[in-house]
């Protein structure tokens, strides 16, 4: 009986995980184009990635979109749950409104942030414009470094609810007694927040930021409404190289071999962060 | 009050019995009349049939398409029935490939001359002469140049144009000489002088561009100004020929980077922001698809309208890039038979072609749109005329057509296209160097010619 269930949890695994791993792995030896009799390549596709400036730039692109957002999503999220964790009148109403953004679909999300900085119609500039604060509109999306702190923007504004609920959700698992003896002893809200809310949360800081690690690396849809990875390469993340790759450039199996490398890079980075982290930060030993 | 009840039911409800004696009559029924049909004539068995066509186009005017599509099928009595279906733009060229080679059911589409070799070489596509020979002999010679040649593959032609156009240098003349400038400009580097001018005289950023890395007309308004300059992309055997020292693509992309890094340029994502732009008075110039002007001189619409003109597109030679956009027969539909290729041709002719001696569709987008033609009668059209001159000086429109040109079209062009405009916005952004590049669009063709050899 135990084998049984334990096989069909391994069929579902095998079929929604490592068939597409495979076929992926499989398809990257491969030149696999709509236009091109498919012919067996090797290691060709990933000596073309390597080779090629983009990959260069796309990696260092998404790394710094992640060293970005994921600390300002981290901080964001523990400053509204530290808010929230508070009773106050329409609390209920504010969670709802605060968890807006995450429930909004990234591409919409995109399409809603280029409203706010598109050059020459965008609400930021048109508010900049009447407050005085420009005389000419500024190109957010034209210029690469103001594009990038666009797409920053938004991916935070994204994220940030998500981290907000889960971390409240932590707090809110905290025992009051902790907090009542703390005050006992003297211990003002700053001294109970580091010395009981920090050490309680840590497990959940660990998840959210592994989580939104891998959301920054895999950053695609918010991008595309909003950016579409422009201008030039200013906001091409390694997601978006995939793509661009696979279907602008109809090279599926380059496409599949950045794929590979980006699921290994993941892999990589997530086990080398868990083997930092301390061992109770994980599983909430030590308390 | 129960038996009521039971009398209801047996009225109502069928026992089993009354089931099979019906079903029983029935079949009867049946197999004495499928014997009286097979003995009809196959023709009224069949009775009239309908063919149904799938028309895939890019979002624009779905409306007017629609509409035209109405009175095709009302033309033919519905006994051709037209199914629309459209794609954003900027995605065009990665869906039409992944459907066409899905070999999802698609019987007519809009091309360019940017794609026909791909798709023909792919074999998803067809020679319209093949099936409809009166289009090499009767529709050929009546079509203007650029937009033969971008219907032209392997000395085949494949379709019918749905528009053809050129790109055109536009400029706010009322603005110019308010300013003190008596003239547009004949070169980019008087351009240059204008525009510093015109700065010192309150209008910061003169020239406005329309260049983003998702749109493929990034690659189209580039190659229009570099065409003013007499330059090309490839060779006749299509070696690359934009990457020479001092090639007119060399001197156009340095001169664009410099404008824009001086700010007396300013780069926008689409056309219709351009336009807007246009219509705030804070720009003179751009360099925009023609039919842009018919918008932004469109007084219903923009404050601006009708301040706004064409000139020869800046340069020594003035030529610019002519382009069509046309109907494409589809390898599935041919596969269909002969009864569907028959009501393609017939679509294909209606909306491309002639029809009771009129080029009915083309005229209307030309006149209700502004749209560009390449049936070349419609030059001498009184109607198109007329329609043109409320916003463009129709002899300078003929004018710059006679200057302009088709691009030469590599196979996989549709590829090196979208990698050059990623190329191109980096270059004009100030994100990387013009030599650098250049020369990674140098590499990426010498890629292609090795993967496509």
Redesign the interface.
């Known amino acids: 009986m135990a084998y049984a269930l334990a096989g069909g949890a391994l069929a579902v695994v095998a079929l929604f995980t490592l068939y597409p791993a495979g076929y992926a792995l499989v398809g990257s030896l491969y ?1 696999l184009s ?3 009799p498919t012919s067996f390549a090797g290691l060709a596709n990933y000596a073309l990635i390597f080779d090629s ?1 983009y990959f260069g730039f796309a990696l260092r692109t998404t790394s710094v979109l992640a060293l970005a957002t994921v600390p300002a999503v981290l901080l964001l999220g523990l400053l509204v749950a530290v808010m929230l964790n508070r009773p106050f009148r329409g609390a209920t109403l504010v969670k709802v409104v605060i968890l807006l953004p995450w429930t909004i679909p990234a591409a919409t999300g995109g399409v809603m942030w280029k409203g706010v900085f ?4 965008g609400a930021l500039n048109a508010v900049l414009y009447d407050l005085g604060a420009v ?2 509109y500024v ?1 957010w ?4 470094r103001l594009a990038f702190l666009a797409t920053t923007t938004a991916q935070i504004w994204a994220q940030f609810p998500l981290a907000a609920v889960l971390l409240l959700a932590a707090m809110q698992a905290i025992p009051g007694e902790l907090y009542e003896a703390a005050a006992l002893d003297g211990a003002g809200g700053l001294r109970s927040f580091a010395a009981i809310t920090l050490p309680h949360l840590q497990p959940m800081l660990v998840v959210v930021t592994l989580f939104e690690i891998l959301v920054a690396l895999t950053a695609f849809d918010m991008i595309f409404a909003l950016t ?7 906001t091409t993340v390694l997601s978006y190289f995939i793509w ?1 790759e696979s ?4 090279s599926f199996g380059k496409g599949l071999a950045l794929a590979t490398i980006i699921a290994g890079l993941s892999v990589v980075l997530i086990a080398a962060l868990m083997r930092l982290m301390p061992r109770e930060a994980l599983v909430g030993e030590g308390r | 009050m129960g038996d009521k009840v039971d009398n209801r039911r047996s009225e109502a409800e069928w026992t089993r019995r009354e089931f099979l004696k019906l079903a029983g009559a029935g079949a009867a029924f049946a197999a004495l009349g499928g014997a009286g049909v097979v003995s009809l004539p196959r023709a009224v068995l069949a009775g009239p049939k309908v063919i149904n066509l799938n028309f895939t186009v890019w979002s624009y005017s779905i409306d007017t398409i629609q509409d035209n599509i109405n009175k095709f099928q009302t033309t033919y009595n519905n006994a051709i029935t037209v199914k629309l279906n459209d794609v954003p733009w ?1 995605q065009y ?2 869906t039409m ?2 459907r ?2 899905s070999k999802t059911a698609l019987h007519v589409l809009y091309n360019g001359g940017d794609w026909l070799p ?1 798709f023909a ?2 074999g998803w596509v067809v020679p319209l002469e093949d099936y409809l020979p009166r289009a090499r002999t009767y529709y050929a010679p009546k079509i203007v140049g650029y937009a033969l040649q971008d219907m032209t593959y392997n000395g085949k032609m494949y379709g019918l144009p749905y528009y053809a156009d050129i790109t055109t240098f536009q400029y706010n003349a009322k603005l110019l000489k308010d300013k003190g400038v008596a003239h547009p400009p004949t070169t980019w580097e008087e351009l240059t002088d204008q525009a510093k001018f015109l700065r010192g005289k309150g209008i ?2 003169p020239m406005a561009f329309e ?4 749109l493929p007309t990034t690659y189209d308004n580039f190659t229009a100004m570099m065409f003013g300059r007499g330059g090309e992309w490839f060779d006749k055997d299509l070696n690359p020929i934009f990457d020479q020292p001092n090639s007119a693509a060399r001197q156009q992309l340095t001169w664009l980077a410099d404008m824009v890094k001086q700010k007396l340029a ?4 689409h056309e219709t ?1 351009v336009v ?2 246009m219509n705030t008075g ?1 720009h003179v110039y751009t360099v925009l698809w023609n039919y842009n002007l018919a918008d932004a001189n469109n007084a219903a619409v923009h404050p601006l309208a009708g301040q706004f003109k064409a000139a020869l597109m800046p340069g020594s030679t003035h030529e610019t890039q002519g382009q069509c956009k046309f109907y494409n027969l589809t390898r599935y539909a041919v596969d269909q038979g002969q009864e569907t290729v028959d009501g393609a041709l017939k679509f294909i002719e209606y909306f491309g072609g002639e029809y009771k001696g009129q080029y009915a569709i083309a005229k209307r987008w030309a006149v209700e749109k502004g749209l560009g033609f390449g049936q070349l009668p419609l030059f001498e059209d009184a109607d198109v005329k007329k329609s043109f001159g409320q916003w463009i000086d129709f002899d300078m429109f003929k004018l710059q057509a006679s200057k302009a040109r088709a691009r030469r079209h590599a196979v996989w062009e ?2 090196f296209g ?2 050059a405009r ?2 191109l ?8 160097p013009v030599d650098e590049t250049i020369g ?1 669009m140098a590499q990426k063709v010498k890629e292609l010619r090795a ?2 050899k």
Request: net charge negative; aromatic share 8%; no cysteine.
């Open positions: 030149t709509p236009i091109l400036p598109a050059d020459s119609w005389h000419n190109p999306l034209t210029t690469p579409g990875g422009g201008p030039g390469t200013a661009a279907f602008k450039m109809l | 900027p060229h990665e490939v992944n066409l080679s791909e070489r792919a910061e950023s260049f983003a890395v998702g300013t780069v926008l994502p922001d807007k732009a804070k549709g590829i979208e990698f990623v190329q916005v980096r270059a004009i952004s100030g994100e990387a990674a993967q496509f």
